[in-house]
């Protein structure tokens, strides 16, 4: 994992049922997670040691593998106040992580790094999907079998006008009329 890469999930609280986005993020010397409702933020940095160790009791592989595991739905979170606890399960090791709550300033500010990180991976995934979708050439588009059959020798055939009023399903008979409803006070049946 790169210094700057960093996943985002969400995760849902285990009483209260209160949706959460859980942020992770390798740094120079450890690895961030972060949990917020927008409103409050809870965080917690883990040393590279600590980090090992974590990875461990859960037998997983690397930093990647704890960001992929925080997304698969194998996480439950507590809230209380000032603490918010992640509880991740692999077989029959949990293991769990203490979040503190940030301070109003520092919670608005690490939301809104959050929020642009979000939108600056979601504009990146647009660039290299439209960079991985080609378009398709005109000649590509129809498969030669149907493609007209022109000979030299034949005469160019011309399409033939619609006359207003007539089927475009059957050209040969007119479209049927709009019913009108039924005239009760037809003076031509008396």
């Excluded at 009483?15 to 740094?27: D, E, L, M, P, Q």
């Excluded at 809104?112 to 005109?138: E, H, W």
Aim: net charge positive; glycine share 4%; aromatic share 4%.
């Amino acid at each position: 994992m790169n210094m700057e890469s960093c996943r985002f999930c969400s995760v849902s609280d285990r009483i209260s049922g209160s949706k959460y986005v859980c942020h992770t993020r390798r740094k120079h010397e450890g690895f961030k997670v972060s949990v917020t409702d927008a409103a409050d933020c809870w965080t917690v940095d883990i040393a590279d040691e600590a980090l090992e160790k974590f990875m461990q009791k859960l037998s997983l592989k690397s930093p990647e593998d704890l960001c992929h595991k925080l997304s698969s739905g194998d996480v439950c979170l507590g809230v209380k106040n000032e603490l918010a606890q992640l509880r991740l399960v692999t077989g029959s090791n949990p293991a769990l992580l203490d979040l503190t709550k940030m301070d109003a300033v520092t919670a608005k500010q690490e939301v809104k790094q959050l929020l642009f990180k979000m939108a600056d991976s979601l504009s990146q995934s647009a660039a290299r999907d439209i960079l991985t979708t080609t378009p398709v050439k005109n000649n590509q588009r129809r498969a030669p079998d149907f493609e007209p059959r022109q000979q030299n020798s034949a005469p160019c055939v011309t399409a033939k006008r619609r006359v207003p009023g007539s089927s475009l399903i059957n050209p040969g008979t007119k479209k049927k009329r709009e019913a009108t409803g039924v005239a009760f006070d037809d003076p031509d049946e008396d």
